[in-house]
């Protein structure tokens, strides 16, 4: 199965900046997929990135807010931009590696003061 | 309304207390449900994928059940290292190749 680098692991960030994080797969993958995680509450997905298009965001994310970019088939980057306390989260990159099964790199923990 | 629906919330077992976490469903078109578990400071593991209802799946003290409304994670005589989050998501027509997560079943097993 595909192992996936994120980092960083976790950040502590001011009010009002924006934080890019970075996700390597150590294969060529079509689709990589950004999830978020927030205390006691279920894994969200963010949006769903493809080499070579626009990202696709689920219903309540938009790309203003997390723009992606996806420029190889091994790597993407996901970032929180004008972040808000709200903002802090796990966010989670994620690859399918077959039969609809996802695997996940371990997180970057943000935290937004 | 919450579409996967995890209980309990948490549970604490003593080592060797046999026990069930639940994961119920209210997808229509059910395509797959799966069931991670994830320890602190990681990403979710893939442990099963049920397609049909009166599927089963094990593996070691692990074994999961479907229902056409929910399914089941029994663990039989849990030991300290099977603590951790175990999060059921399901796959379904109406959100197409999406999976939809519940917020999971923190469990402790104490020695």
């Known amino acids: 199965s595909a192992v996936i680098s994120q980092k960083p692991s976790r950040d502590i960030c001011q009010r009002g900046t924006s934080l890019t994080i970075q996700c390597q797969v150590d294969s060529q993958v079509t689709m990589m997929f950004w999830y978020r995680q927030q205390p006691g509450q279920s894994l969200t997905l963010i949006a769903t990135?493809?080499?070579?298009?626009?990202?696709?965001?689920e219903s309540g994310f938009v790309i203003d807010k997390f723009p992606i970019s996806r420029p190889n088939l091994t790597f993407s980057t996901l970032t929180v931009s004008n972040m808000s306390p709200e903002d802090s989260s796990i966010y989670l990159c994620?690859?399918?590696?077959?039969?609809?099964?996802?695997?996940f790199g371990a997180g970057s923990r943000l935290t937004v003061l | 309304e919450d579409q996967v629906t995890q209980s309990p919330e948490a549970l604490r077992l003593q080592e060797g207390e046999s026990s069930s976490l639940n994961c119920s469903y209210t997808?229509?078109?059910?395509?797959?449900l799966f069931w991670y578990r994830q320890d602190p400071g990681k990403g979710p593991e893939f442990l099963f994928t049920?397609?049909?209802a009166g599927e089963e799946k094990e593996k070691e003290r692990l074994k999961a059940t479907l229902t056409k409304k929910e399914s089941f994670l029994h663990i039989t005589a849990p030991k300290p290292e099977d603590s951790a989050t175990y999060l059921c998501a399901v796959q379904a027509e109406e959100y197409g190749n999406k999976l939809v997560f519940g917020a999971g079943t923190i469990l402790r097993v104490k020695s």
């Open positions: 049920l397609y049909s």
């Open positions: 990135a493809n080499q070579g298009s626009e990202a696709t965001y």
């Open positions: 997808v229509s078109g059910l395509r797959g």
């Open positions: 994620s690859v399918s590696t077959g039969a609809n099964v996802l695997t």
